[in-house]
């Protein structure tokens, strides 16, 4: 015990100076993110702790790394504020989607008691620059960022540390686990630990030595996503009449395989509309370089996705809801490729059939439940990909009855945990630091 207690503080003492070394280079890091979209130039300073606006009373830092973990904070959001009414947020992300995300989903009357950063790289003396000048009484992790030095300077002022919707994989488990003190110094900080899944809290308790308990997944409380009603009754009505199907937040390597379907598809559908939401909407233009021949139209570029117009890209950010009421089926992106897929509830929310692929590692307890309820289809990846993909597709949109009641099953199970942000809520505002 004594010599992994020496090797945590060594790791711990090596991981800050390596960070400070780095730290006369990363900003040129960050400039080049800029150049490829992920950053924004007017707010890098954020990244070395400045830009502090601390609000009077108290305030919880809550930080969600990119678009999954910010759609699972904001159900807990509104009921923290709903139990206290006198506190404040900020929320710090890592992605540019992310902070987007989160200004179009906060409630007006939340949006007026929160304020977002990105989150400062996990440098010691910025990371300390953050918490002096925010002086969080409570932070709240969604899912798996730890950053060794924003978690040691936590400590050091005295910050209530809250772990939740806890994720960590077996390969993660098995990489921590060649430095057990390190891992178990690092998740020792934390007041509360919720894991999202039993696999995930056997992980983490093996590896804080204590037991950690899992008391749901907050994807299942997230809302329904969001659509223009506008937008929505325009689209029904201009698509009436056609069989329409969606690949949602596709993955590099995938819009061939989705591309490929479409053209075996429209032999025996006629006037089928292929909608593709690229999890990046950057790549837009590469998608439908990709279409070669058939008729396509970007909606980013204002282009209209009428009669003569086999493929709509949306290349927009935060529209994936209004697609999912408009498509008969949807493909779930990022399981067709070794990514582990995206989340399969925002469609079961909405009523929209679900088709997977095989990679949904991301999301494997989920996926369990939804294959037990029969309330989804897996299709294989590989040399015959999009003839399967094809397949699955025509049998959905032949038998809406089928694909109706598959429908309905995903639907039940997303709603059973709409109590969870609430039990969360309560069990996180006894670690909020008294008024100073």
Same mark, same amino acid.
């Given at each position: 015990?004594?010599?992994?207690?020496?090797?945590?503080?060594?790791?711990?003492?090596?991981?800050?100076?390596?960070?400070?070394?780095?730290?006369?280079?990363? #900003?040129? @890091?960050?400039?080049?993110?800029?150049?490829?979209?992920?950053?924004? =130039?007017?707010?890098?300073?954020?990244?070395?702790?400045? /830009?502090?606006?601390?609000?009077?009373?108290?305030?919880?830092?809550?930080?969600?790394?990119?678009?999954?973990?910010?759609?699972?904070?904001?159900?807990?959001?509104?009921?923290?504020?709903?139990?206290?009414?006198?506190?404040?947020?900020?929320?710090?992300?890592?992605?540019?989607?992310?902070?987007?995300?989160?200004?179009?989903?906060?409630?007006?009357?939340?949006? +007026?008691?929160?304020?977002?950063?990105?989150?400062?790289?996990?440098?010691?003396?910025?990371?300390?620059?953050?918490?002096?000048?925010?002086?969080?009484?409570?932070?709240?992790?969604?899912?798996?960022?730890?950053?060794?030095?924003?978690?040691?300077? =936590?400590?050091?002022?005295?910050?209530?540390?809250?772990?939740?919707?806890?994720?960590?994989?077996?390969?993660?488990?098995?990489?921590? $686990?060649?430095?057990?003190?390190?891992?178990?110094?690092?998740?020792?900080?934390?007041?509360? !630990?919720?894991?999202?899944?039993?696999?995930?809290? =056997?992980?983490?308790?093996?590896?804080?030595?204590?037991?950690? #308990?899992?008391?749901?997944? +907050?994807? @299942?409380?997230?809302?329904?996503?969001?659509?223009?009603?506008?937008?929505?009754?325009?689209?029904?009505?201009?698509?009436? &009449?056609?069989?329409?199907?969606?690949?949602?937040?596709?993955?590099?390597?995938?819009?061939?395989?989705?591309? =490929?379907?479409?053209?075996? +598809?429209?032999?025996?559908?006629?006037?089928?509309?292929?909608?593709?939401?690229?999890?990046?909407?950057?790549?837009?233009?590469? !998608?439908?370089?990709?279409?070669?021949?058939?008729?396509?139209?970007?909606?980013?570029?204002?282009?209209?996705?009428?009669?003569?117009?086999?493929? @709509?890209?949306?290349?927009?950010?935060?529209?994936?809801?209004?697609?999912?009421?408009?498509?008969?089926?949807?493909?779930?992106?990022?399981?067709?490729?070794?990514? /582990?897929?995206?989340?399969?509830?925002?469609?079961?929310?909405? &009523?929209?059939?679900?088709?997977?692929?095989?990679?949904?590692?991301?999301? $494997?307890?989920? !996926?369990?439940?939804?294959?037990?309820?029969?309330?989804?289809?897996?299709?294989?990846? $590989?040399?015959?990909?999009?003839?399967?993909?094809?397949?699955?597709?025509?049998?959905?949109?032949?038998?809406?009855?089928?694909?109706?009641?598959?429908?309905?099953?995903?639907?039940?199970?997303?709603?059973?945990?709409?109590?969870?942000? &609430?039990?969360?809520?309560?069990?996180?505002?006894?670690?909020?630091?008294?008024?100073?």
């Amino acid at each position: 015990m004594i010599a992994q207690s020496l090797s945590a503080k060594i790791l711990a003492a090596l991981w800050a100076l390596i960070a400070s070394l780095l730290a006369p280079l990363l #900003p040129l @890091y960050l400039r080049r993110r800029v150049a490829k979209g992920k950053e924004i =130039a007017e707010r890098l300073a954020e990244r070395q702790g400045h /830009g502090a606006a601390r609000p009077s009373g108290r305030l919880v830092w809550c930080h969600a790394a990119s678009n999954g973990e910010t759609l699972s904070l904001l159900p807990l959001l509104e009921a923290l504020a709903k139990q206290d009414p006198a506190l404040s947020f900020l929320v710090t992300t890592g992605t540019v989607t992310s902070a987007r995300l989160l200004e179009q989903r906060l409630s007006p009357e939340l949006a +007026l008691r929160t304020q977002h950063r990105f989150l400062p790289l996990d440098v010691p003396r910025w990371v300390a620059r953050f918490l002096e000048a925010w002086r969080p009484d409570l932070a709240v992790i969604v899912e798996s960022e730890l950053w060794p030095n924003t978690l040691a300077a =936590a400590g050091r002022q005295g910050v209530p540390l809250a772990l939740i919707n806890a994720r960590m994989s077996a390969r993660s488990a098995r990489t921590w $686990g060649w430095a057990p003190g390190f891992a178990r110094a690092l998740l020792g900080r934390f007041a509360l !630990i919720l894991a999202q899944t039993e696999s995930d809290a =056997a992980r983490f308790s093996a590896l804080a030595g204590r037991p950690v #308990p899992c008391w749901g997944n +907050l994807k @299942y409380a997230a809302p329904p996503l969001p659509a223009d009603p506008v937008e929505l009754a325009r689209l029904t009505s201009a698509w009436a &009449g056609r069989p329409v199907w969606l690949a949602a937040s596709t993955h590099p390597g995938e819009d061939e395989i989705i591309l =490929a379907a479409h053209r075996l +598809l429209a032999l025996d559908h006629p006037g089928l509309l292929t909608v593709i939401v690229p999890r990046h909407p950057p790549r837009g233009p590469d !998608i439908a370089a990709l279409a070669g021949d058939l008729p396509i139209a970007r909606r980013s570029a204002g282009q209209e996705a009428g009669p003569g117009v086999a493929v @709509y890209v949306a290349d927009t950010l935060g529209e994936l809801g209004l697609f999912y009421r408009l498509a008969r089926v949807a493909l779930i992106g990022g399981s067709l490729v070794p990514h /582990g897929g995206q989340n399969p509830l925002e469609a079961a929310r909405l &009523g929209c059939p679900i088709i997977s692929g095989p990679h949904h590692f991301n999301f $494997g307890e989920i !996926i369990t439940r939804l294959r037990a309820a029969h309330a989804f289809v897996e299709t294989p990846d $590989g040399p015959g990909a999009a003839k399967a993909l094809a397949g699955n597709i025509a049998r959905l949109l032949s038998d809406p009855t089928a694909g109706q009641a598959m429908a309905a099953a995903a639907g039940a199970l997303a709603q059973d945990q709409a109590g969870l942000p &609430g039990r969360i809520a309560t069990s996180l505002l006894p670690l909020i630091r008294p008024a100073r």
